[in-house]
């Protein structure tokens, strides 16, 4: 049973370049949700997704950053022209309906 | 007001020790309530649910007040292992599980 997925483990970027990070959620789980993690400081919800349905980003950036979960394939979330304050871990996690959520190991972005 | 507020620490304490963290919370709202356990550079894990009645799991103990909007997690018999940061999480409604998490609370358990 694998647990939740994400790659790249580690990213760098350069300012203004693109991120895209990868969430394959665990078997059978419809719901997904990512958080970012700056340096020190809690998790901070981003987006919560359901198979090709943005069910809630009230904790999104209002530019640049966007996440989708087709109906085949991972969770994508993206983030256009990085700039340095977009360092952080990046956490994906999947949930069947109302269950608590299981954690993925986390991407770390690094922008240069 | 953050939404979820804990004591960052550190709690260096030594093996042996009983140590008490607590958290408070600011959306009276709140349905369920958790602690989590975060490793250097690794993802949270659930050490477990909080329940009003109080909830226990070998060492560890969870309590909930609802009333102070207050929770607290005992860890008796500090071991090695236990040094970590310790995560207070609010599922703020029962609509999804967009959970809020507070800063952490690090401790660090010497021999």
């Known amino acids: 049973n694998a647990g939740v997925m994400q790659n790249p483990r580690h990213l760098v970027r350069r300012r203004g370049q693109e991120a895209r990070l990868r969430c394959s959620p665990m078997?059978?789980?419809?719901?997904v949700y990512w958080y970012r993690q700056l340096p020190e400081e809690g998790l901070k919800f981003m987006v919560y997704?359901?198979?090709?349905?943005?069910?809630?980003e009230s904790g999104m950036p209002k530019e640049r950053f966007s996440a989708e979960f087709p109906k085949e394939g991972p969770s994508i979330l993206r983030i256009q022209q990085v700039v340095r304050g977009d360092s952080a871990a990046y956490f994906c996690?999947?949930?069947?309906?109302?269950?608590?959520?299981?954690f993925g190991p986390g991407t770390r972005l690094t922008v240069l | 007001r953050k939404e979820v507020e804990q004591d960052p620490g550190p709690f260096n304490v030594p093996e042996g020790a009983t140590v008490a963290f607590n958290c408070t919370y600011s959306?009276?709202?709140?349905?369920?309530f958790f602690w989590y356990r975060q490793d250097c550079r690794k993802e949270p894990k659930l050490l477990m649910s909080?329940?009003?009645s109080g909830n226990e799991d070998g060492r560890f103990t969870a309590q909930l007040n609802r009333a102070s909007q207050y929770i607290s997690l005992l860890i008796r018999d500090s071991k090695l292992s236990d040094s970590a940061t310790y995560l207070c999480?609010?599922?703020?409604?029962?609509?999804?599980?967009?959970?809020?998490f507070g800063g952490g609370t690090r401790l660090m358990v010497k021999p």
């Open positions: 959306n009276s709202a709140s349905q369920s």
């Open positions: 999480v609010v599922n703020p409604d029962n609509a999804g599980n967009m959970l809020t």
């Open positions: 997704l359901q198979k090709e349905n943005i069910i809630d």
């Open positions: 909080v329940y009003s």
């Open positions: 078997k059978g789980h419809s719901h």
């Open positions: 996690a999947s949930s069947r309906n109302r269950a608590i959520p299981s």
